[in-house]
């Protein structure tokens, strides 16, 4: 992938940066912010363009406002940790378009932040509008895209947006996120094993379908798991089955068979008679849970069988627990397996909200290589698709003065 980084461009002096983050961080009750990874992962975009004494616009969305104005979604919050990680006053603008932002940034000098206020207050920003897109890049010198998280959305402050900017380029979160695809999907160092879980098969077939051709082996935990476990002919009980892709399942293991690739499936499960963190549990078997119960966890035979399968691995992927993780009694197989990982040998690398509080909890965030910011974006990438806010960065990248 082609694109350029701020740190090409030469000159910041007096330029003012737009800077599309993603500040989607999770509030507590009274507006408080819980984890501010988010915020701490662009600070090395934001400190270089400060360093270069450019004038810096800041904007992002918060929740679902869903268009219009809600205080609940406020980015006042996230203005008040930033400034409080730069040591450096934030001015909050009180929208992100108009007469009085336009003001505010009129009378910016070299040095200043200002953060706009939620894009989404505005049904433009989800619905890719031009005109909404074009008074957002008004008052700017350069682009700067450095939330990969949102860059598979065609939104306005990520798509449509280079349309308006001379320079459109990306921060440094997302040279690292590029460079890490890179070295787990273009050119990895094998054995490659890519680790799946979470609920459901139908929002990663296509990752499935498009691994088979990159990876030495695929791991599949979780209740998507059962999908192709049906599939292959076991009475799974209760357990989330996705009928309408079994068949899809059973054609994408055949293919990864076909094609000598090494396809681990749970072997014995921690089942549940309810779904429920005080349901009676026990362990068994998969052809022996009963026609009432539902797996909600792998279990020890299968968690030795997984942790062998990637001791000779060289880069692993992972998106998606284990197993219902956020209950005590389904949290064990997640948690090992992150151990399992986290102590290997490999170059590894994960991605999903589900899967980096998995690593949080279980304290073994510092001995995975990387964490990638983005959900959707990181599957996406994976799928083998191009995401809108890479490709108009891709499109722009021979603009640079």
């Not at 999908?227 to 994408?252: D, M, P, Y």
Request: charged fraction near 25%.
């Amino acid at each position: 992938m082609s694109i350029s980084y701020i740190d090409e461009i030469k000159n910041l002096q007096g330029k003012k940066i737009f800077v599309r983050v993603d500040f989607n961080v999770p509030l507590d009750d009274n507006q408080n912010i819980t984890d501010d990874t988010r915020i701490r992962a662009v600070l090395p975009t934001i400190n270089h363009a400060l360093d270069g004494n450019a004038k810096v616009i800041i904007a992002s969305h918060l929740g679902r406002p869903k268009g219009e104005r809600n205080i609940k979604y406020s980015m006042a919050p996230a203005a008040k940790r930033l400034s409080r990680l730069l040591d450096k006053d934030v001015t909050l603008a009180p929208d992100c378009i108009g007469n009085e932002v336009t003001t505010i940034l009129d009378g910016m000098k070299p040095g200043d932040i200002v953060m706009l206020e939620n894009l989404r207050f505005h049904p433009g920003e989800e619905k890719n509008d031009p005109d909404f897109a074009k008074a957002l890049a008004e008052h700017s010198d350069i682009y700067v895209n450095d939330a990969f998280a949102v860059s598979h959305r065609a939104h306005a402050s990520v798509e449509a947006i280079t349309r308006f900017v001379p320079i459109a380029v990306a921060g440094f979160l997302m040279k690292n996120e590029m460079n890490y695809f890179e070295k787990s999907m273009k050119n990895p160092i094998r054995p490659l094993v890519a680790i799946l879980g979470g609920a459901k098969v139908s929002g990663k077939i296509e990752l499935v379908e498009n691994l088979i051709n990159k990876v030495d082996k695929i791991i599949v935990g979780g209740g998507m798991a059962f999908t192709f476990l049906k599939a292959l002919g076991f009475n799974v009980g209760k357990s989330l089955v996705e009928e309408q892709l079994v068949e899809t399942a059973l054609k994408a293991y055949n293919m990864a068979r076909e094609k000598g690739i090494k396809f681990y499936l749970p072997v014995d499960c921690v089942a549940a008679d309810q779904f429920n963190p005080t349901a009676e549990t026990k362990v068994t078997t998969i052809q022996e849970i009963p026609q009432d119960w539902m797996a909600l966890d792998i279990g020890p035979a299968t968690l030795t069988l997984f942790t062998e399968a990637i001791q000779n691995a060289k880069t692993i992927i992972w998106n998606g627990p284990m197993g219902v993780f956020e209950m005590d009694a389904f949290s064990r197989g997640t948690f090992a397996m992150v151990s399992a990982v986290a102590n290997s040998y490999a170059l590894t690398i994960v991605g999903g909200g589900d899967t980096d509080v998995a690593i949080h909890r279980a304290g073994e965030f510092a001995k995975i290589s990387y964490i990638s910011t983005g959900g959707g974006a990181f599957l996406e990438l994976l799928e083998g698709k191009i995401l809108p806010g890479i490709k108009v960065l891709e499109d722009k990248s021979n603009n640079l003065p």
